[in-house]
Protein backbone atom coordinates (compact mmCIF):
# COMPACT_ATOMS: atom_id res chain seq x y z
CA UNK A 1 0.00 0.00 0.00
CA UNK A 2 1.74 3.23 -1.36
CA UNK A 3 1.27 6.37 0.45
CA UNK A 4 1.00 8.32 -2.46
CA UNK A 5 -2.33 6.95 -4.33
CA UNK A 6 -2.07 6.61 -8.09
CA UNK A 7 -4.99 4.61 -10.09
CA UNK A 8 -3.55 1.56 -11.59
CA UNK A 9 -4.79 2.34 -14.80
CA UNK A 10 -6.23 4.54 -16.97
CA UNK A 11 -6.70 4.89 -20.82
CA UNK A 12 -7.40 7.48 -23.89
CA UNK A 13 -7.34 7.16 -27.32
CA UNK A 14 -5.29 9.22 -29.59
CA UNK A 15 -5.11 12.95 -29.68
CA UNK A 16 -7.49 12.41 -26.34
CA UNK A 17 -6.69 14.43 -23.15
CA UNK A 18 -6.38 12.18 -20.10
CA UNK A 19 -5.13 12.54 -16.57
CA UNK A 20 -3.54 10.46 -13.77
CA UNK A 21 -4.41 11.72 -9.99
CA UNK A 22 -1.71 11.28 -7.15
CA UNK A 23 -3.73 11.54 -3.72
CA UNK A 24 -1.78 12.09 -0.60
CA UNK A 25 -2.28 13.36 2.87
CA UNK A 26 -1.17 16.35 5.33
CA UNK A 27 1.74 14.44 5.94
CA UNK A 28 3.56 14.31 2.53
CA UNK A 29 2.10 16.40 -0.71
CA UNK A 30 -0.52 18.77 1.99
CA UNK A 31 2.66 19.22 4.23
CA UNK A 32 4.10 21.71 1.35
CA UNK A 33 6.42 19.49 -0.48
CA UNK A 34 6.73 19.42 -4.32
CA UNK A 35 5.38 16.66 -6.79
CA UNK A 36 7.56 14.86 -8.99
CA UNK A 37 6.23 12.20 -12.18
CA UNK A 38 8.39 10.11 -13.97
CA UNK A 39 7.59 8.09 -17.21
CA UNK A 40 8.76 4.36 -17.34
CA UNK A 41 8.76 3.14 -20.69
CA UNK A 42 8.49 -0.75 -20.91
CA UNK A 43 11.48 -2.40 -19.91
CA UNK A 44 13.31 1.01 -19.67
CA UNK A 45 14.41 3.13 -16.22
CA UNK A 46 12.15 5.79 -15.54
CA UNK A 47 12.26 9.13 -16.63
CA UNK A 48 11.68 12.51 -14.77
CA UNK A 49 8.80 14.08 -16.88
CA UNK A 50 7.52 16.75 -14.38
CA UNK A 51 9.59 18.31 -11.20
CA UNK A 52 8.52 20.59 -8.56
CA UNK A 53 4.54 20.16 -9.74
CA UNK A 54 4.62 21.66 -12.80
CA UNK A 55 7.86 21.97 -14.84
CA UNK A 56 9.13 20.28 -17.38
CA UNK A 57 12.78 19.17 -17.87
CA UNK A 58 14.44 19.88 -21.33
CA UNK A 59 12.93 18.27 -24.34
CA UNK A 60 9.71 16.66 -22.83
CA UNK A 61 6.77 17.95 -25.05
CA UNK A 62 4.14 20.48 -23.61
CA UNK A 63 1.62 17.94 -24.08
CA UNK A 64 2.37 16.69 -20.38
CA UNK A 65 1.69 19.22 -17.35
CA UNK A 66 1.34 19.03 -13.88
CA UNK A 67 -0.07 20.59 -11.15
CA UNK A 68 -0.60 20.48 -7.55
CA UNK A 69 -4.01 21.30 -5.05
CA UNK A 70 -4.33 20.71 -1.67
CA UNK A 71 -3.15 17.15 -0.80
CA UNK A 72 -2.97 15.84 -4.53
CA UNK A 73 -1.48 16.09 -7.69
CA UNK A 74 -2.22 15.84 -11.35
CA UNK A 75 -0.28 14.43 -14.49
CA UNK A 76 -2.25 15.82 -17.61
CA UNK A 77 -1.65 14.44 -21.05
CA UNK A 78 -2.80 15.99 -23.87
CA UNK A 79 -2.96 15.06 -27.59
CA UNK A 80 -2.25 11.41 -26.57
CA UNK A 81 0.26 9.07 -29.15
CA UNK A 82 0.81 5.67 -29.14
CA UNK A 83 4.52 6.23 -28.07
CA UNK A 84 2.64 7.70 -24.17
CA UNK A 85 2.16 3.82 -23.86
CA UNK A 86 4.11 3.30 -20.35
CA UNK A 87 3.72 3.23 -16.30
CA UNK A 88 3.74 6.89 -14.73
CA UNK A 89 4.87 7.30 -11.27
CA UNK A 90 4.52 10.14 -8.91
CA UNK A 91 6.80 10.78 -6.20
CA UNK A 92 6.84 13.23 -2.92
CA UNK A 93 8.37 13.31 0.75
CA UNK A 94 6.49 12.06 4.07
CA UNK A 95 7.74 13.78 7.23
CA UNK A 96 8.54 11.47 9.73
CA UNK A 97 9.64 12.27 13.47
CA UNK A 98 12.52 14.55 12.70
CA UNK A 99 13.29 14.09 9.33
CA UNK A 100 11.40 13.54 5.61
CA UNK A 101 11.81 10.33 3.16
CA UNK A 102 11.12 10.11 -0.43
CA UNK A 103 7.77 8.06 -1.12
CA UNK A 104 6.37 7.25 -4.40
CA UNK A 105 3.17 6.33 -5.79
CA UNK A 106 1.89 2.50 -6.88
CA UNK A 107 2.35 3.83 -10.47
CA UNK A 108 -0.48 4.25 -12.84
CA UNK A 109 -0.65 2.35 -16.76
CA UNK A 110 -1.70 4.37 -19.36
CA UNK A 111 -3.17 2.17 -22.27
CA UNK A 112 -3.43 4.32 -25.71
CA UNK A 113 -6.24 2.35 -27.35
CA UNK B 1 25.71 14.85 -19.82
CA UNK B 2 25.54 12.76 -16.40
CA UNK B 3 25.64 8.87 -17.02
CA UNK B 4 25.05 6.42 -13.96
CA UNK B 5 25.84 2.35 -14.04
CA UNK B 6 25.09 -0.06 -11.56
CA UNK B 7 27.09 -2.80 -10.91
CA UNK B 8 27.17 -6.20 -9.39
CA UNK B 9 26.25 -9.88 -9.17
CA UNK B 10 22.67 -10.72 -10.38
CA UNK B 11 22.19 -13.56 -7.76
CA UNK B 12 22.60 -13.54 -4.20
CA UNK B 13 21.89 -16.20 -1.89
CA UNK B 14 18.87 -15.71 1.13
CA UNK B 15 20.38 -14.49 4.35
CA UNK B 16 23.45 -12.95 2.79
CA UNK B 17 24.40 -9.56 1.59
CA UNK B 18 23.40 -7.67 -1.30
CA UNK B 19 26.49 -5.49 -3.16
CA UNK B 20 26.00 -2.96 -5.78
CA UNK B 21 28.06 -0.02 -7.39
CA UNK B 22 27.12 2.73 -9.27
CA UNK B 23 29.67 4.41 -10.92
CA UNK B 24 29.10 7.96 -12.45
CA UNK B 25 30.48 9.40 -15.35
CA UNK B 26 29.78 12.81 -16.99
CA UNK B 27 29.75 14.57 -13.35
CA UNK B 28 30.83 14.80 -9.97
CA UNK B 29 29.57 12.50 -6.80
CA UNK B 30 31.81 15.29 -4.72
CA UNK B 31 29.22 18.30 -6.05
CA UNK B 32 27.37 19.58 -3.30
CA UNK B 33 24.12 20.13 -5.46
CA UNK B 34 23.22 16.29 -5.53
CA UNK B 35 22.71 13.25 -3.13
CA UNK B 36 23.19 9.85 -4.61
CA UNK B 37 20.28 7.22 -4.17
CA UNK B 38 19.58 3.97 -4.40
CA UNK B 39 15.40 2.67 -5.59
CA UNK B 40 14.42 -0.42 -6.15
CA UNK B 41 11.69 -2.23 -8.57
CA UNK B 42 10.39 -5.73 -7.74
CA UNK B 43 9.68 -7.48 -10.75
CA UNK B 44 5.61 -6.02 -12.32
CA UNK B 45 5.57 -3.76 -9.46
CA UNK B 46 6.19 -0.03 -8.15
CA UNK B 47 9.17 1.79 -7.17
CA UNK B 48 10.67 2.15 -3.61
CA UNK B 49 12.98 3.80 -2.05
CA UNK B 50 16.32 3.07 -0.78
CA UNK B 51 18.58 5.89 0.26
CA UNK B 52 20.61 8.52 -0.54
CA UNK B 53 24.23 9.61 0.16
CA UNK B 54 25.64 13.22 0.54
CA UNK B 55 29.36 13.41 -0.53
CA UNK B 56 30.19 14.21 3.14
CA UNK B 57 29.20 10.48 3.86
CA UNK B 58 25.69 11.68 5.61
CA UNK B 59 23.17 9.23 4.14
CA UNK B 60 19.42 8.74 4.55
CA UNK B 61 17.50 5.45 4.50
CA UNK B 62 14.49 4.54 4.09
CA UNK B 63 12.83 3.40 7.51
CA UNK B 64 11.56 0.11 6.29
CA UNK B 65 15.11 -0.63 5.28
CA UNK B 66 17.31 0.93 7.40
CA UNK B 67 18.50 -2.05 9.77
CA UNK B 68 19.85 -3.60 6.83
CA UNK B 69 21.12 -1.31 5.17
CA UNK B 70 24.90 0.89 4.31
CA UNK B 71 25.41 3.39 1.45
CA UNK B 72 28.77 4.61 1.24
CA UNK B 73 30.77 7.02 -0.99
CA UNK B 74 34.56 7.00 -2.81
CA UNK B 75 34.44 10.32 -4.25
CA UNK B 76 38.08 8.96 -5.81
CA UNK B 77 36.46 6.77 -8.02
CA UNK B 78 33.56 8.43 -8.25
CA UNK B 79 31.04 5.65 -7.46
CA UNK B 80 28.62 5.02 -4.40
CA UNK B 81 27.54 1.93 -3.22
CA UNK B 82 24.57 -0.23 -1.78
CA UNK B 83 25.03 -2.96 0.84
CA UNK B 84 22.00 -4.37 2.11
CA UNK B 85 22.23 -7.57 4.42
CA UNK B 86 20.28 -10.73 5.47
CA UNK B 87 18.58 -10.55 2.16
CA UNK B 88 15.18 -12.55 0.98
CA UNK B 89 13.62 -13.76 -2.04
CA UNK B 90 11.48 -10.35 -1.31
CA UNK B 91 14.28 -8.47 -2.20
CA UNK B 92 14.62 -9.78 -5.78
CA UNK B 93 14.38 -6.48 -7.44
CA UNK B 94 15.72 -4.06 -10.06
CA UNK B 95 18.06 -2.05 -8.84
CA UNK B 96 18.71 1.84 -9.90
CA UNK B 97 21.04 4.25 -8.39
CA UNK B 98 19.97 8.18 -9.49
CA UNK B 99 21.11 11.78 -9.22
CA UNK B 100 19.13 13.27 -6.27
CA UNK B 101 18.72 16.83 -6.69
CA UNK B 102 18.59 19.58 -3.89
CA UNK B 103 14.80 19.98 -5.01
CA UNK B 104 13.75 16.15 -3.83
CA UNK B 105 13.56 15.00 -7.52
CA UNK B 106 15.90 11.99 -9.92
CA UNK B 107 16.95 13.42 -12.80
CA UNK B 108 19.55 10.97 -14.08
CA UNK B 109 18.72 7.03 -13.73
CA UNK B 110 20.93 4.28 -14.25
CA UNK B 111 19.93 1.34 -16.41
CA UNK B 112 19.23 -0.76 -13.54
CA UNK B 113 20.70 -3.92 -12.15
CA UNK B 114 18.36 -7.03 -11.52
CA UNK B 115 19.38 -8.91 -8.72
CA UNK B 116 17.51 -12.11 -7.90
CA UNK B 117 17.55 -13.64 -3.99
CA UNK B 118 17.54 -17.35 -4.36
CA UNK B 119 19.50 -20.22 -3.61
Known amino acids: QSVLTQPPSVSGAPGQRVTISCTGSSSNIGAGYDVHWYQQLPGTAPKLLIF???NRPSGVPDRFSGSKSGTSASLAITGLQAEDEADYYC?????????????FGGGTKLTVL | QVQLQESGPGLVKPSETLSLTCTVS??????????WSWIRQPPGKGLEYIGYIFYTGSANYNPSLKSRLTISIDTSKNQFSLKMNSVSAADTALYYC???????????WGQGNLVTVSS
Open chain 2, 98 to 108: ARHTKSGHFDH
Open chain 1, 52 to 54: DNS
Open chain 1, 91 to 103: QSYVRSLSTSNVV
Open chain 2, 26 to 35: GGSVSSGSYY
